[in-house]
């Protein structure tokens, strides 16, 4: 696989880095995880993700930060409890299958090696679609390669930067959210949406478009192919207790996450894509 133009590999720690520098922004994709770690368009120079400066990158735990891939179930596997969260395909090897440049921009497609595993008896074929432009659009597709429909759960869990906390907003979400921290039980989105504690939501909507206010700065955060969206920030008592976040980590970043909570189903010979876009 010859890489584009605007591509290169680079090796860090235990991981290779594939870094995309072309006319609109600057990106590095971890190849462990098929795991964005960074992009920032070039005509603002803004950073919109968060990576956590105490990440591990030895090829074996996942990476705190950035945009993990929660596949093929999203938090705890529904039926056993022993398996990891998330899903396998973020502490997986990926591999490059095809590149291309364009004016506008450079999109990058990947594959795990394996995507059935325990846990999930699918016959799946799953890529991840990264294009790095002026915006940054993510693409998982889910394709049902057997004879037998299948349900799969899965997120792209992406934490964004934020000057402080203490001083963004969220916009965007109405309606009501289950709070994970108080036993799912539902509440009303609050208007202002603004954080000071601890926040683990499942948000029960698709909205198309959200947006995080933070010092001067507007992120823009598009949807598809979702139906939640979960908002998550660790705040100081459990940012303490992670070994891969530093302790004022949980004052940077901010997760909302494009996500699948209630279960997708794919039709053999069809296909699912989940989908956000960062700009």
Known sequence: MHLC???????????????????????TISLFGAHILSFTPKHDK????WLSKNALL?????IRGG?????????????????????YVRNQNWHIVDCQDTEQCTK????????????????????????????????LVTE??????????????TYFHV??????????????????LQDFKRFDTPTPYRFNQETDRVHL?????????SGNHLTHIESAGHDSIVVWNPWSEKSVSMQDMEDDGFQKMLCVETAVTLGQQVLPGQSHTLEQVIR
């Not at 133009?5 to 990106?27: C, F, G, R, V, Y």
């Not at 030895?58 to 996942?62: A, W």
């Not at 497609?109 to 294009?131: N, V």
């Open 108 to 139: 990058i497609s990947l594959r795990p090696g394996i995507t059935t595993g325990l846990g999930f008896d699918g016959q799946a074929q799953l890529t991840m679609i990264i294009t790095v432009g002026a915006e940054l659009r993510i693409q």
């Open 46 to 49: 803004v950073q919109r993700l």
């Open 5 to 27: 133009n605007t591509a290169s590999l680079l090796p860090q720690d235990d991981i290779e880095m594939l870094i995309i520098d072309n006319e609109h922004a600057h990106a």
């Open 58 to 62: 030895d090829g074996k735990h996942p």
């Open 163 to 180: 000057d402080d906390i203490n001083d963004c907003e969220l916009t965007g979400l109405t309606g009501e959210y289950l709070d994970k």
């Open 205 to 213: 909507a698709t909205p198309k478009e959200l947006a995080i206010t």
């Open 67 to 87: 945009i993990p891939i929660c596949w093929p179930w999203f938090g705890a596997h529904a039926t056993n409890a022993e398996l990891s969260s998330h899903g």
């Open 144 to 157: 049902n390669t057997g004879d037998s429909a299948f349900t799969y759960t899965g997120a792209l869990h």
